[in-house]
């Protein structure tokens, strides 16, 4: 594609998938976050539908959340970055209008793709027990109306499969198939748990690019980005790294302050104020600052 075409969304999502194998897709709990994922050199990021749950409302991912919960965050994130955003939209939150409205607010909220699962409406995390799932027709019907409601053309339409753990590795390749055949541009592979299963599943697909989720301490195992690439796998997300590695230091900076009643021995676990400042270009802010100060005062000089 020529340089000077500018890429919608979508298109850059599009774009990062084949300048990166498998691209790495890392979740970024908020705007800041996000930040933080640029400055590391990632060329996509996720909203993980967990996250907003967990983070943004203290809640178990368990269908609690709304498409307005996530496009609240969406919204704050892109502001803050260019980078492409993948976004897990649960189940779509409904039948096929509201899954029309989904993908309409998600890419208005400025997303560049977003993930429908399989499961029913009262969902659980892809990593647990107790999944029930819908047919396969009515995925196929989720996944229509996802596609019959791009605004954006290369607005990506993820199909998430949680059928692994339900009924077998075969019927979860099964469905992708199918799920690809009514539209899907890729296929989120759910729960996995060895690496052949990634290169059967890959295999299936043919050039459907499918990602797989490398949650920690869930069902799949840490695969590094070699195994996955000679698998085939496309897209390697982890959605709550960073968010699990946040709380973790935050719960001991609180136990911390409150057992020894100084934060001092923490102090390494803290991002530093400069530190801080140089993610959010801080100074240059000031300087825009100083400048309007110093027209203010020379206009005001008689
Ligand atoms: C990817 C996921 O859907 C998410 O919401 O981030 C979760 C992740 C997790 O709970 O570890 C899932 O896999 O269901
Ligand atoms: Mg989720």
Known sequence: MPEHVILSPGGCLRAAIESERPLQVVGTINAFSALLAVRAGFRAIYLSGAGVANASFGLPDLGLTTLSDVCEDVRRIVRATDLPILVDADTGWGGAFMIARTIRDLTQAGAAGCHLEDQVQAKRCGHRPGKELVSSEEMC????????????EQFVVMARTDAHAVEGPAAAIYRAQAYAAAGADMIFAEALTTLDEYREFTAALGDVPVLANLTE????????????????????????????????????????????????????????????????????????????FARQKTHEQP
């Open 141 to 152: 019907d989720r996944i229509k109306a996802a596609v019959d409601a791009r605004t954006d």
């Open 217 to 292: 301490f869930g069902k799949t195992p840490l695969l590094s980005l070699e195994d996955l690439r000679e698998a085939g796998v496309r897209l390697a997300l982890y959605p709550l790294s960073a968010f699990r590695a946040m709380n973790q230091a935050a719960a001991q900076v609180y136990q911390t302050l409150r057992a020894e009643g100084t934060q001092r021995s923490v102090l390494p676990l803290m991002q530093t104020r400069a530190e801080l400042y140089d993610v959010l270009n801080y100074e240059s802010y000031e300087a825009t600052l100083d400048a309007l």
